[in-house]
């Protein structure tokens, strides 16, 4: 799914109802994982920090959302700093985010 | 399963993957449900019976390779499919030991999914069917039958492919081979399995009755015949009229009867009304049928009316292994209700019932065991134990001779159908077939007055010779229990009224 931007494979194998509910879940996953990053960062919590890696690497892959799944990879090898780490991940995921909103729109367009 | 819905469960802890799969699935046609958890898995997988599994390995609780050895552990069966975005060897190695039958490497498109569940379905559903059509091979019981013999076999496949057509079934075989348990089978795997399946014995009919058995009769027909009263080709009407003993149905009857079987109609004895009924026909002797006609006996008409699907119940003596498996199925059943603590047979015993022809067939082993589980108790039957014609048969080879070749005196009892006397009553006189109705009013003029016990005797080994010795049938006619005859019996050879043995 790598290699072909935000979320043209999903529209490859979804219905457009489907792709939105799909879109939707992940823009939760999104919020809910990087408030769980951000909490365990602050906790020092590394354990918890890289389970949440894990959850929104997946859920990124998922979609498309290829820089966003790779920072949350190396967040989950713990060879940078949870700190630094958490900095990568939040700008990915405003770039994923941003992917999404674009994507919508164009997808809004379209029907 | 392949080309049909499936129920397929996503053990998935992150909702974006979790409702991917679940889209992608229902897209496919298959049912989903989604647990977050190994132990909501586990749960699921027990309630749900999923016919496969779409499993994360890093889950919240435990992890997915646990999970799977906790499913083998209860046994169930499910195939695994592991969902892994590590896509090393080693982990594909470490999914298949523990269990999974293919891996997904995430992220995944649709079509990787649709083909790896399309062929873990097709092979589970080729192993459901191997599974099936290998328990049709080797079957160890089949309706009423016990025994995995090779001639076994091949009666249950005839069977089960005859059942379902409407074509008359012939059934050869020695006395005791269980062609009442054929016949019965016949119809249970019908779709007459519904309604009547009716028994009549031509030989244990006395030839003026047996029209009034299968027609029936209306009141006035013949003296005594007070009332109308269905027979038994009414009562089988929808179901299966099974004609044991074919053979000695006089020629007379045979006539009457091929009308019946190509017309489906016939008139109640007494009528000239038609009755129409839909029967089918399962007949059955311990005769050579062909030979039968060739000796006159038989319409050759009749014959090939009757004689479409032949079954053929192979002697105890041709079955192996089966002599054993059918001596330990009755030993548990007489045990239970003997209530003795019999749960086996001793090495040697078991060689002396192996080796032992068995000329009575089943019905003979059946004898012998429960005549075993009265007179004895314990936990399991010793050598000593078994009567001694048994033991004697046994400790000589057995004969090799194809049966028509033999004197008439060294054939199995079934056989010698001039001098069919029991084991244990040698010099008893022969008694002609008689229909014992419970219900006749006894005999007042021309009855010999003789001590009660010797007319106790002659009733129970008239019993055991009507009943081809069949101790159970004999006890049944009489009202008392099979115990009671096996003890008589030992009785009266103790006391030198009987042979031995």
Redesign the interface.
């Given at each position: 799914?790598?290699d072909r931007g935000f979320a043209a494979?999903?529209a490859?194998?979804?219905?457009p109802q489907?792709l939105r509910?799909?879109l939707a879940?992940?823009r939760?996953?999104v919020e809910r994982l990087t408030g769980t990053l951000t909490q365990a960062l602050q906790a020092a919590d590394e354990a918890r920090f890289r389970?949440a890696a894990?959850?929104l690497?997946?859920?990124a892959?998922?979609?498309?959302a290829d820089d966003l799944e790779q920072a949350c990879r190396r967040a989950m090898t713990g060879a940078h700093p949870m700190p630094g780490a958490m900095l990568e991940i939040d700008a990915s995921a405003q770039v994923a985010l941003g992917d999404l909103a674009a994507f919508i729109n164009r997808l809004d367009a379209a029907t | 399963m392949t080309g049909t819905a499936a129920r397929v469960l996503v053990v998935e802890d992150t909702p974006t993957q979790a409702q991917l799969a679940r889209a992608f699935l229902a897209g496919l046609g298959h049912q989903v449900e989604i647990v977050e958890s190994a132990g909501a898995a586990l749960v699921a997988a027990r309630d749900w019976n999923p016919d496969a599994i779409l499993l994360d390995i890093d889950l919240p609780d435990y992890n997915g390779f646990e999970l799977m050895q906790r499913l083998g552990a209860e046994g169930i069966r499910t195939s695994v499919i592991v969902v892994t975005a590590n896509a090393s060897i080693n982990t594909a190695v470490e999914a298949m030991r523990a269990g999974a039958v293919d891996f997904i490497v995430k992220p995944y498109a649709k079509a990787r999914l649709a083909v790896t569940l399309a062929n873990v379905l097709e092979k589970q559903a080729l192993v459901a069917q191997l599974a099936t059509v290998k328990a049709r091979l080797d079957r160890e019981q089949f309706f009423g039958f016990i025994g995995a013999s090779v001639p076994m076999q091949a009666a249950y496949r005839t069977i089960e492919s005859v059942a379902a057509s409407k074509a008359s079934v012939f059934i050869t075989g020695e006395s005791g081979t269980g062609k009442e348990l054929a016949a019965e089978a016949v119809h249970r795997a019908s779709p007459r399995a519904g309604r009547n399946f009716v028994a009549l014995n031509c030989g244990a009919i006395p030839r003026d009755l047996l029209e009034s058995e299968v027609f029936g009769h209306v009141r006035g027909a013949f003296t005594g015949a007070s009332a109308d009263r269905e027979g038994a080709a009414k009562l089988a009407d929808g179901g299966t009229l099974f004609l044991d003993e074919i053979g000695e149905m006089p020629l007379e009857m045979q006539v009457k009867l091929l009308r019946f079987v190509q017309t489906g109609t016939y008139s109640p004895v007494g009528s000239s009304r038609v009755e129409r009924v839909d029967v089918r026909f399962v007949c059955a002797t311990n005769r050579d049928p062909m030979l039968e006609v060739q000796a006159g006996r038989f319409r050759e008409d009749l014959y090939y009316r009757l004689y479409v699907v032949p079954v053929e119940l192979p002697p105890l003596r041709a079955r192996g292994e089966d002599v054993l498996m059918i001596a330990r199925h009755f030993l548990i059943q007489f045990a239970r209700e003997e209530k003795r603590g019999f749960t086996g047979y001793s090495a040697v015993a078991e060689q002396a019932l192996a080796q032992y022809s068995w000329p009575g067939n089943v019905r003979q082993l059946q004898n012998v065991v429960r005549n075993i589980v009265v007179l004895h108790d314990g936990d399991r039957v010793e050598h000593d134990m078994i009567p001694q014609t048994v033991r004697r048969g046994a400790a000589s080879f057995p004969d090799e001779r194809p049966i028509a070749e033999r004197p008439i005196a060294e054939r199995p009892i079934a056989e010698r159908r001039a001098v069919d006397r029991p084991v244990f009553d040698a010099d008893a006189p022969q008694a002609a077939p008689r229909l014992v109705r419970p219900d006749a009013a006894p005999e007042e003029e021309g009855t010999e007055v003789v001590p009660l016990a010797v007319m106790e005797r002659r009733l129970i080994l008239a019993a055991l010779r009507q009943t081809g010795q069949d101790v159970p049938r004999a006890a049944a006619l009489l009202e008392i229990n099979p115990s009671t005859v096996y003890r008589k019996l030992q009785n009266w050879r103790a006391e030198g009224l009987l042979p031995a043995g």
């Amino acid at each position: 799914m790598s290699d072909r931007g935000f979320a043209a494979q999903l529209a490859e194998d979804l219905s457009p109802q489907d792709l939105r509910h799909v879109l939707a879940v992940f823009r939760t996953d999104v919020e809910r994982l990087t408030g769980t990053l951000t909490q365990a960062l602050q906790a020092a919590d590394e354990a918890r920090f890289r389970r949440a890696a894990h959850g929104l690497a997946g859920a990124a892959g998922a979609v498309g959302a290829d820089d966003l799944e790779q920072a949350c990879r190396r967040a989950m090898t713990g060879a940078h700093p949870m700190p630094g780490a958490m900095l990568e991940i939040d700008a990915s995921a405003q770039v994923a985010l941003g992917d999404l909103a674009a994507f919508i729109n164009r997808l809004d367009a379209a029907t | 399963m392949t080309g049909t819905a499936a129920r397929v469960l996503v053990v998935e802890d992150t909702p974006t993957q979790a409702q991917l799969a679940r889209a992608f699935l229902a897209g496919l046609g298959h049912q989903v449900e989604i647990v977050e958890s190994a132990g909501a898995a586990l749960v699921a997988a027990r309630d749900w019976n999923p016919d496969a599994i779409l499993l994360d390995i890093d889950l919240p609780d435990y992890n997915g390779f646990e999970l799977m050895q906790r499913l083998g552990a209860e046994g169930i069966r499910t195939s695994v499919i592991v969902v892994t975005a590590n896509a090393s060897i080693n982990t594909a190695v470490e999914a298949m030991r523990a269990g999974a039958v293919d891996f997904i490497v995430k992220p995944y498109a649709k079509a990787r999914l649709a083909v790896t569940l399309a062929n873990v379905l097709e092979k589970q559903a080729l192993v459901a069917q191997l599974a099936t059509v290998k328990a049709r091979l080797d079957r160890e019981q089949f309706f009423g039958f016990i025994g995995a013999s090779v001639p076994m076999q091949a009666a249950y496949r005839t069977i089960e492919s005859v059942a379902a057509s409407k074509a008359s079934v012939f059934i050869t075989g020695e006395s005791g081979t269980g062609k009442e348990l054929a016949a019965e089978a016949v119809h249970r795997a019908s779709p007459r399995a519904g309604r009547n399946f009716v028994a009549l014995n031509c030989g244990a009919i006395p030839r003026d009755l047996l029209e009034s058995e299968v027609f029936g009769h209306v009141r006035g027909a013949f003296t005594g015949a007070s009332a109308d009263r269905e027979g038994a080709a009414k009562l089988a009407d929808g179901g299966t009229l099974f004609l044991d003993e074919i053979g000695e149905m006089p020629l007379e009857m045979q006539v009457k009867l091929l009308r019946f079987v190509q017309t489906g109609t016939y008139s109640p004895v007494g009528s000239s009304r038609v009755e129409r009924v839909d029967v089918r026909f399962v007949c059955a002797t311990n005769r050579d049928p062909m030979l039968e006609v060739q000796a006159g006996r038989f319409r050759e008409d009749l014959y090939y009316r009757l004689y479409v699907v032949p079954v053929e119940l192979p002697p105890l003596r041709a079955r192996g292994e089966d002599v054993l498996m059918i001596a330990r199925h009755f030993l548990i059943q007489f045990a239970r209700e003997e209530k003795r603590g019999f749960t086996g047979y001793s090495a040697v015993a078991e060689q002396a019932l192996a080796q032992y022809s068995w000329p009575g067939n089943v019905r003979q082993l059946q004898n012998v065991v429960r005549n075993i589980v009265v007179l004895h108790d314990g936990d399991r039957v010793e050598h000593d134990m078994i009567p001694q014609t048994v033991r004697r048969g046994a400790a000589s080879f057995p004969d090799e001779r194809p049966i028509a070749e033999r004197p008439i005196a060294e054939r199995p009892i079934a056989e010698r159908r001039a001098v069919d006397r029991p084991v244990f009553d040698a010099d008893a006189p022969q008694a002609a077939p008689r229909l014992v109705r419970p219900d006749a009013a006894p005999e007042e003029e021309g009855t010999e007055v003789v001590p009660l016990a010797v007319m106790e005797r002659r009733l129970i080994l008239a019993a055991l010779r009507q009943t081809g010795q069949d101790v159970p049938r004999a006890a049944a006619l009489l009202e008392i229990n099979p115990s009671t005859v096996y003890r008589k019996l030992q009785n009266w050879r103790a006391e030198g009224l009987l042979p031995a043995g």
